[in-house]
């Protein structure tokens, strides 16, 4: 299993940026998704995440109104439009997967893990 995240970069503040990330999964649809991000010297936390049919989304309140989560099961491929980009969004960004039904924030809750990407939002 392998999920591949791309579409970081240096970006300034009120800009925008899409991620991506393609799985590697038999049955990508069967998985509900989800991106975190890390922060240096903080925790991991969730960002947003999505249904296995995209029937239902959540994110975290510092994002609400700014990102947005997408898949397109037909392509394996996750996506978050960042915009309006702040400064404290500057983090490494993982997407994760899950079996089940619904949405967890609790990074544990996740079974397999992309490699991160770099977000980095210029003040």
């Known amino acids: 299993v392998q999920l591949q995240a791309s579409g970081g970069g240096l970006v300034q503040a009120g800009g925008s940026l899409r991620l991506s990330c393609t799985a590697s999964l038999r049955a990508f649809s069967n998985y509900v998704i989800g991106w975190f991000r890390q922060a240096q010297g903080k925790e991991r936390e969730f960002v947003a995440g999505m249904t296995r049919t995209g029937s239902s989304t959540s994110y975290a309140d510092s994002v609400k109104g700014r990102f947005t989560i997408s898949r397109d099961n037909a392509k394996d491929t996750v996506y978050l439009q960042m915009n309006s980009l702040k400064a404290d969004d500057t983090a490494v960004y993982y997407c994760?997967?899950?079996?089940?039904?619904?949405?967890?924030?609790?990074?544990?809750?996740?079974?397999?893990w992309g490699q991160g990407t770099q977000v980095t939002v210029s003040s």
């Open positions: 994760a997967v899950r079996t089940g039904t619904y949405v967890y924030t609790r990074p544990t809750n996740y079974d397999y």
